[in-house]
């Protein structure tokens, strides 16, 4: 299975200001195919972003995601990087923010908590 | 407008079964162009995919992950527009939240609202 680490593990930061949160792919992955969500306490995961840069439905503009770059290491392996950017942070981003990377077998990280001071 | 609504037990004993069902509203669990997963969440595992199931070529079909591959299964009721989970052997490291969810094949974007499940006697 495709391992996905995010970073950081807990991101604390003040209304207006910029997050960025990484997600990094053991194995290259597709941009096509790597989701973000978003989950609230006590609430199911809400799909923010797919195909690494689109806005799901209803998705502020807010919220955008990229590819920051593909690693190629020790011949033909090679490890893939993405980005979710939320600009002009707002009190109701507090959240667990998780990548997914849809291959033969989905795989999501462990999540970043986002925290609005 | 798509929605799930999950329905049943939250409480299994070790080595029976778990089974849950999804009621599919707004979209036919029959459409070609979808597959409908099941998904779990817990603190140790983190969020897993279980398993998809989906209708092509007039067959129902399925995929599943290989922690689980030898004791889930992934119905229909193309009628009643419900998909169903079973889950055999269970043991208490299968306690989490479950998820269905609506598949587009690069991401789950229509959730239930969860079931909390605990293996427990």
């Known amino acids: 299975d495709i391992l996905l680490t995010q970073s950081p593990g807990t991101l604390s930061l003040s209304a207006g200001e910029r997050a960025t949160l990484s997600c990094r792919a053991s194995?290259?992955?597709?941009?096509?195919?790597l989701a973000w969500y978003q989950q609230k306490p006590g609430q199911s995961p809400r799909l923010l972003i797919y195909?690494?840069?689109?806005?799901?439905?209803?998705?502020?503009?807010?919220?955008s995601g990229s590819e920051s770059g593909t690693d190629r290491i020790r011949g033909t392996e090679s490890e893939t990087e993405f980005t979710l950017t939320i600009a002009r942070l707002q009190p109701e981003d507090s959240a667990v923010y998780f990548c997914?990377?849809?291959?033969?077998?989905?795989?999501f990280g462990q999540g970043t908590k986002l925290e609005i001071k | 407008q798509v929605q799930l609504q999950q329905s049943g037990l939250g409480l299994v004993k070790p080595s029976q079964t778990l089974s849950l069902t999804c009621g599919v509203s707004?979209?036919?669990?029959?459409?070609?162009?979808?597959?409908w997963s099941w998904l779990r969440q817990s603190p140790s595992r983190g969020l897993e995919w279980l398993g998809k199931?989906?209708?092509?070529?007039?067959?129902?079909?399925?995929d599943y992950s290989e922690s689980v591959k030898d004791r889930i299964d992934i119905t229909f009721d193309g009628p009643m527009n419900e998909v169903y989970l079973r889950l055999t052997s269970v043991a208490p490291e299968d306690t989490a939240v479950y998820y269905c969810?609506?598949?587009?094949?690069?991401?789950?974007?229509?959730w239930g609202q969860g079931t909390v499940v605990v293996v427990s006697s």
């Open positions: 997914q990377q849809y291959g033969s077998s989905p795989t």
């Open positions: 195909g690494a840069s689109n806005r799901a439905s209803g998705v502020p503009a807010r919220f």
């Open positions: 969810a609506r598949d587009r094949l690069w991401a789950f974007d229509v």
């Open positions: 707004g979209e036919s669990v029959s459409s070609d162009s979808v597959a």
């Open positions: 194995q290259y992955v597709s941009s096509s195919f």
């Open positions: 199931a989906y209708f092509r070529s007039n067959k129902w079909r399925s």
